[in-house]
């Protein structure tokens, strides 16, 4: 059985940093692409930044290109996403998601807020 659970997040000032969590079980990073999707109130879900060990590619959203990034450890099973020069609108929660043929796996979430 897939499971995902993402942490750290919590409230931090404009310009700070977060570094995101996403531990995982019951899957290999080879065989999955990862990704980091959040979403505001009121908004739809926007996807952040993904990872792929299979064909080697990260993507990353125009909105957090050079501040984001997504890595993976892949010998404690575990998805980051660090969070550098942080803003008010990136205040979502942030999911992290596996996808293996089709199928998608979602974590339940964590609460991350940027004030002003």
């Known amino acids: 059985e897939v499971q995902l659970q993402a942490s750290g997040g919590g409230l931090v000032q404009t310009g700070g940093s977060l570094r995101l969590s996403c531990a995982t079980s019951?899957?290999?990073?080879?065989?999955?692409?990862m990704s980091w999707i959040r979403q505001a109130p009121g908004k739809e879900r926007e996807v952040v930044a993904c990872?792929?060990?299979?064909?080697?590619?990260?993507y990353h959203a125009d909105s957090v290109k050079g501040r984001f990034t997504i890595s993976d450890d892949n010998a404690k099973n575990t998805l980051y996403l660090q969070m550098n020069s942080l803003k008010p609108e990136d205040t979502a929660v942030y999911y992290c998601?596996?996808?293996?043929?089709?199928?998608?796996?979602w974590g339940q979430g964590t609460q991350v807020t940027v004030s002003s």
């Open positions: 990872i792929s060990r299979s064909d080697n590619t990260q």
């Open positions: 998601n596996a996808v293996h043929w089709g199928t998608s796996y």
């Open positions: 019951g899957l290999t990073f080879d065989d999955y692409a």
